[in-house]
């Protein structure tokens, strides 16, 4: 089991420019989440799929941010325009679904907007 | 919603010496809780969780656990820490959905 896959591992931006951040779960797994990782704000969630549906997004920014689940092998998180204050360690983690269920975290994908 | 208080933001212990690492949950109702490692350049992976029955949890690596709901509290310990141990400890709690809401983190330095 390859665990949770997370491309590209460093992404540096441009400010105003487009950031894609890829997340393949583990297989079987029907739960995906995001996660934005700082030195200043610790942890925060961003978003939930469960079974490809979009389930809750309460933690993501009204702005700019938007994450797809397309199929059941990946999900990708977008940010339009990048601005240095989204500079972070962005992790996604994948479980069988359900709030008994641990989650599995990927190494995380570098953001740094120049 | 639940919060998570880690109150020890730095912890340095000897190699051999016992661990403890604080962690306290606010929430209307018991929450599932969790311990995370955080190695450098690395994702988190978990340590333990807790969610009914017998308040000490075992974990990986030696580490345990122990629930406390009249303390709202999750304490994580360690008998004999190792050099390699160092890293960051995230505590976690996930209520009635599934989202985690994770402490500030504790970063251990255990030295020789």
């Known amino acids: 089991n390859a665990g949770v896959i997370q491309t590209p591992r460093h992404k540096v931006t441009g400010k105003g420019q487009e950031a894609t951040l890829w997340c393949e779960p583990i297989?079987?797994?029907?739960?995906v989440f995001w996660y934005r990782q700082t030195i200043v704000q610790g942890l925060e969630f961003l978003t939930y799929?469960?079974?490809?549906?979009?389930?809750?997004d309460s933690g993501m920014p009204k702005e700019r941010f938007s994450a797809q689940m397309p199929n059941q092998s990946h999900s990708t998180l977008k940010i339009q325009s990048t601005q240095p204050q989204d500079s972070a360690v962005y992790l996604c983690?994948?479980?069988?679904?359900?709030?008994?269920?641990?989650?599995?975290f990927g190494p995380g994908t570098r953001l740094t907007v120049l | 919603a639940q919060s998570v208080t880690q109150p020890d933001a730095r912890v340095t212990v000897s190699e051999g010496a016992s661990l403890q690492l604080r962690c306290k949950y606010s929430?209307?109702?018991?929450?599932?809780l969790f311990w995370y490692v955080q190695y450098p350049r690395q994702g988190l992976q978990l340590l333990l969780k807790?969610?009914?029955?017998?308040?000490v949890v075992q974990g990986v690596n030696g580490f345990e656990a122990e629930f406390s709901k009249s303390n709202s509290s999750f304490h994580l310990r360690k008998a004999s820490v190792h050099w390699s141990d160092s890293a960051v400890y995230f505590c976690?709690?996930?209520?009635?959905?599934?989202?985690?809401?994770f402490g500030k983190g504790a970063k251990l330095t255990v030295s020789p």
């Open positions: 983690a994948s479980s069988l679904g359900g709030s008994s269920y641990e989650q599995y």
């Open positions: 297989s079987g797994h029907s739960a």
């Open positions: 799929f469960r079974n490809q549906a979009p389930i809750d």
């Open positions: 929430s209307s109702v018991t929450p599932y």
């Open positions: 807790y969610y009914s029955g017998d308040p």
């Open positions: 976690g709690a996930q209520g009635t959905g599934s989202k985690l809401s």
